[in-house]
């Protein structure tokens, strides 16, 4: 079991693995695992019977909290995943909505268009029914004029 170091005989990590996490250690001085941050130790076997169960007991609860932490860390790379999908397909909507909503307001500039030419053609159809009653006010005139006239003949 590899938590058998103190500080002066650090070099002794070289190439020896990682309690916890399986790393094998590529420096010779190092106090900590960089995957896990085990802190390594190296406790010599003279060491009491107290010692060796207190850093074994460290090490078991290390070891469970590194496996509960890497399964977390897997459950939020899930996320951060569905979370990126959810953004692309965000980016997506919002792109549409903005094609949808120019669409929109041309629509509405033709529909006013189409509703001002519908007030135009109102307009000259009223323009053109005045002018109709006009027309028949003048033609009865003229015929009494001519009527007028042809009294005056006879
Ligand atoms: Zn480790």
């Known amino acids: 079991m590899l938590i058998l170091i103190n500080r002066i005989m650090a070099q002794k990590t ?5 309690p916890v996490c399986g790393n094998q250690f590529q ?40 496996e509960q932490t890497k399964k977390l860390n897997v459950v939020a790379s899930v996320k951060a995943e569905q979370i ?18 120019s669409d929109l307001a041309i629509s509405n500039d033709e529909l006013k268009k189409i509703k001002s030419k519908a007030t135009e053609i109102e307009n000259s159809k009223k323009k053109i029914s005045d002018l109709e ?13 001519r009527q007028g006239n042809l009294d005056e003949r006879i």
């Open 84 to 101: 990126e999908k959810l953004e692309k397909l965000k980016t997506e909507l919002e792109s549409k909505n903005k094609t949808l909503s």
């Open 27 to 66: 420096e010779a001085k190092i106090e900590f695992c960089p995957q896990c941050h085990w802190e390594i130790i190296i406790i010599s076997q003279s060491a009491s019977q107290g010692l060796k169960n207190f850093y074994s007991e460290k090490l078991k609860r290390h070891k469970e909290i590194f």
């Open 133 to 145: 009653k006009e027309v028949k006010t003048l033609t009865r005139d003229l015929k009494v004029c």
């Open 14 to 18: 070289l190439n020896e693995n990682c």
